[in-house]
Nanobody
Framework: QERLVESGGGSVQAGGSLRLSCEASGKTHNSACVAWLRQAPGKEREGVAS????????YYLGSVRDRFTISEDSDKNIVYLEMNNLQPDDTAMYYCAARGPIPGGCPLGPNFYTNWGQGTQVTVSS
């Protein structure tokens, strides 16, 4: 099973930007569902973006659709999450997660994913 390592988190002021990276190592697959999910204190974990690596299927949580962009570098086995115009409500631990592909696209729901990274903290101050 591939190992997922997140990086790029940090503290920014509202309106700022961050780029998160999810690097896969070990036995990687040509095609997989990879998602970025987040969990804020006292809240349930939620998916913010998903991508079918090697394909075109991308999905976003509605509240981040116009601000976040998920992309991949297949040569480096990295999936990125570019986050712009960050707001205090975006403060959370952000996780990268993966699973083999399924027909119909990659869901945002956390229960679908079986392989998780350790997370990277994003803190946005007002």
């Amino acid at each position: 099973q591939e190992r997922l390592v997140e990086s790029g988190g940090g503290s920014v002021q509202a309106g700022g930007s961050l780029r998160l990276s999810c690097e896969a190592s070990g036995k990687t697959h040509n095609s997989a569902c990879v998602a970025w999910l987040r969990q804020a204190p006292g809240k349930e974990r939620e998916g913010v973006a998903s991508i079918l690596t090697g394909g075109d299927d991308i999905y976003y949580l509605g509240s981040v659709r116009d601000r976040f962009t998920i992309s991949e570098d297949s040569d480096k086995n990295i999936v990125y999450l570019e986050m712009n115009n960050l707001q205090p409500d975006d403060t959370a631990m952000y996780y990268c997660a993966a699973r083999g592909p399924i027909p119909g696209g990659c869901p945002l729901g956390p229960n679908f994913y079986t392989n998780w990274g350790q997370g990277t903290q994003v803190t946005v101050s007002s």
